[in-house]
C-alpha cells in the first residue's frame, strides 16, 4: 500500500506530461515510468532496513594482545621521472616511497573473535602504548552490532502503546547505555536519584559477569537502580528503551532513601518468563541494595535460567512494518522532483523519438 502511495504523485506527473507534451514518445514514458518505478523500490527498501535495523552490544573478554608488524601506511612521492610522451613532450610520473620499512601495530582480541587496535605513541609505532601494556586476559570488552528487531519496528507492538507513561516520568528517564569509551569498556549500571559513592565498583562488577556470560548466554546485563518510584515506571521504562534489545537482561530495583528494596522488575526477551520472576524474587529477598548480594543473584539467575528469544520468531511481524509519515513525505517529495526532472528531459530531448 505504501508502495502505491509514494507513486502516485511521480505516476500522476509523468501521465499528465505524456498527455500534454507531444514531443514525449511512448519510450520515453515507459522509461519515465520504469525508472520511477526502479527509484520507489529502492528508497522503500532502504527505508524498511532504516526502521528493521537497531543496535545492541555485544560483550566478551580478552584472550590475547599482540604486537605485529605490518606495512607501513606511512607513503609519499618519490624519484619523478618522464612517462606518457608524445609529440607534445612527456608528463612526469613519480613513484611511491614509504618513510619506514615497516609499521608496529598493538592490537587486542576478545573471545568473539572482535579486535581492537590501541594507539600508537609513535609515527612508526615502535614505542609500546601504556594502554596496551595494562591490558591482561580476562578484561571484559563491549561492542555494539548491528541487528534486525522487528518487534521495535512494528506498529503492532506493545511498545507503541504507554505513550502517555513516557511523558508522564521523562524526567526521570536515563538514556540507553550504549556509549563504549576507551576502545571496549561501558558503564552499564544506571542511576536514577540514588547515590553510589562505589559506582565505578558496581560498573566493573557487572562488567565482568556480561565477561563471563555475554558470548555463552548471548546476554547483555544491564542495572537501573531507581529512587522512591512507583512500579508504574518500569513500564514507562520498557516503553521509553523499547523493550530493550533482543539479548538485553534489565534489572530494574527501586529503593528509598536508606536504599531499602522497594519493587523489582526486569526486562527480558525470554522463552520462558521464569527467568524474569526468579530473578525478581531473589532480589526482593535481599532486602537492602549491597552489591555483592544483587550481582551475585543476578549472574546465578542468567547463567541458570536466561535464554533469549530468536528474532525469527517474530518473522509475522514483518508485514506490518511501515514507513513513518515524515519516510512517506520524503520519498514522494523526492519521487515528485525526479519525475517533474524526467518530464522536462524527455520534453526538450528528442534522442528516444
Partial sequence: MEFLLVLIIPLVIAIVCFILFKEISWKEFLIHIAVQLFITTIFIFIIFYQNVYYTEVWNGAVVSKERAEVSCSHSYPCNPHSCNCDKNGCDTCWDT???????????VYDNTKQEWEINTVDSQGLIKPDRWEVVKEGDPTSYTHAYKNYIKASKQSLFHLHGQLTEKYKKYLPVYPMKIYDYYNLNRVVTVGVKLPNKFAWNYKLSVINAKLGKTKQCNAILVLVKDQPEEYYYALGQHWEGGNKNDAILVISVDEANTIQWVNVIALVTNNIFNVQLRDSILDIKTLDMEKVLVAFEENIEKSFKRKRMRDFDYLMSSI????????????????????????FHKDDTLN
Fill in 97 to 107: 616511497c614509504y618513510t619506514h620499512s615497516y609499521d608496529v601495530e598493538w592490537r
Fill in 322 to 345: 511501515t514507513p513513518s509519515t515524515a519516510q512517506l513525505i520524503t520519498v514522494i517529495i523526492i519521487g515528485t522532483i525526479i519525475s517533474i526532472g524526467l518530464s522536462i528531459f
